[in-house]
Every structure is written in structure tokens, then in C-alpha cells.
């Protein structure tokens, strides 16, 4: 089983209007989330870092929230604009261990005029 | 724009090629990464490097090779593709820090017919 996992899979919104997607994690310790975002055939790009103690960080539309006691993230997107048409992953780090990043399957999110 | 290149970007080649994807940083990065993507999940870790002279093995099993010779170049090998090959590499880097941003190249399409 997956330590991260993303929903919805996929989503269909219209031009302007809002989206929240999800993440849920069992990453242990818990180090930092990151929420990347990947376009078509491009490598992820990161939109936002968040450590235990932060609860909410934006990044001009983007703004991601984060409860560690319940394990669970959020990325909410304002005013959705074609561009905007990704997947968005989460990726959690753990404090502890050689290999301590452990991805998320992404949400494809497609913005339709 | 992250300044990490790999090449070439698509490629499509027949079983039992020997094959070497490239991927180069200018960014004086310490650590360098290569993932597999197939469509629709999530990035596996299958090689990493702490430096020059340092190559690890990453969380899925691969058939490849990586060397870091120099800080900026990882190539990733493959002796001998298979059609098991075929899948989306993407190469990434970052400063050595534990919280540190990893920066994604564009990636290689891989085909092996």
C-alpha cells in the first residue's frame, strides 16, 4: 500500500472556478510535503513546502494546507485558469532513512474553457 | 526553469540495444536522482548519487546502471533493453540537505520495441 495517497485521480473543472485536491500520508516520522506540480511531458515542479508545524502556505493561487495530527494535506486552487491543466503530486519526506520520499500518484486536474 | 537537461527527450529503440540517458545540472548540485514514471502513477526511485563517486540503488529494482563521475553528469545505462524498459526517466538534482528541492529535467520517453 501506498504511504501517500492522492485523490481524487482525476477531475474536470470549468475556467475560473475552484478545486481542492487531497493527500493523505502514513509517512512516519514526518519530515516536510511537498506539493509538485507536472506538466504533460515535463518533470515536476514545486509549488509549495510545508513542515509539521505550518498549517497553511500560499503560493499566489495555490494555497496548501496541512494537519499533521490527522496526516492529511490539501491544495486548493482559486480561479482555475487553462494553464492550470497538470497533475499535482504530493511527495512527503521522512526524517529518517536513505530513501525518504515517498510520492503520490498525482491528481490529473483538467481545466476546460 | 530548472536548469537540468536530459537527453535525448524521446527515443525508441529495439530490444537488446545498449542505451545511455543522459542528464546534466548546472547548478553545482550535490545529489542527483533517477526515476521511472509510467502513465498515470506515481515516480519510483530507482538510482541516486551523493556526490562524485557515490551511486546508490533506489527503492524499485532496475536493470540500469548509473555512474557520477563528474558532479554535473549522471548518465543512466541500460546493457540490454527489454520491452519491460519502456516507461518515462526522469532525472532530478538538488542541494544536500535533507528539505532541499528537488529540480526535475524534462525526462526521456523510452520505447523499446
Known amino acids: 500500500k501506498n504511504q501517500v495517497e492522492q485523490s481524487p485521480q482525476s477531475l474536470i473543472i470549468l475556467e475560473g472556478k475552484n478545486c481542492t485536491l487531497q493527500?493523505?500520508?502514513?509517512?512516519?516520522?514526518?519530515?516536510?510535503l511537498r506539493w509538485y506540480k507536472q506538466d504533460t511531458g515535463r518533470g515536476p515542479v514545486s509549488l509549495t513546502i510545508?513542515?509539521?508545524?505550518?498549517n497553511t502556505k500560499s503560493n499566489g493561487r495555490y494555497t496548501a494546507t496541512l494537519d499533521a495530527d490527522t496526516k492529511q494535506s490539501s491544495l486548493h486552487i482559486t480561479a482555475s485558469q487553462l494553464s492550470d491543466s497538470a497533475s499535482y503530486i504530493c511527495?512527503?519526506?521522512?526524517?529518517?532513512?536513505?530513501?525518504?520520499?515517498?510520492f503520490g500518484t498525482g491528481t490529473r486536474l483538467t481545466v476546460i474553457p | 526553469e530548472a536548469d537540468i537537461y536530459q537527453t535525448p527527450r524521446y527515443l525508441v529503440i529495439g530490444t537488446g540495444k545498449k542505451i545511455t540517458l543522459e542528464c546534466s545540472q548546472t547548478?553545482?548540485?550535490?545529489?542527483m536522482y533517477w526515476y521511472q514514471q509510467d502513465p498515470g502513477m506515481e515516480l519510483h526511485l530507482i538510482h541516486y548519487?551523493?556526490?562524485?563517486?557515490?551511486?546508490e540503488k533506489g527503492d524499485l529494482s532496475s536493470e540500469s546502471t548509473v555512474s557520477r563521475i563528474r558532479t554535473e553528469h549522471f548518465p543512466l545505462t541500460l546493457e540490454s533493453a527489454r520491452p519491460s524498459h519502456t516507461s518515462q526517466y526522469l532525472c532530478?538534482?538538488?542541494?544536500?540537505?535533507?528539505?532541499?528541492?528537488?529540480?526535475f529535467g524534462p525526462g526521456t520517453r523510452l520505447t523499446v520495441t
Open positions: 532530478a538534482s538538488s542541494l544536500a540537505g535533507a528539505w532541499e528541492e528537488q529540480y
Open positions: 493527500c493523505n500520508y502514513t509517512v512516519s516520522p514526518f519530515s516536510n
Open positions: 510545508m513542515t509539521f508545524s505550518e
Open positions: 511527495v512527503v519526506s521522512r526524517q529518517t532513512g536513505a530513501n525518504n520520499l515517498f
Open positions: 547548478m553545482g548540485h550535490d545529489k
Open positions: 548519487s551523493y556526490g562524485v563517486n557515490s551511486t
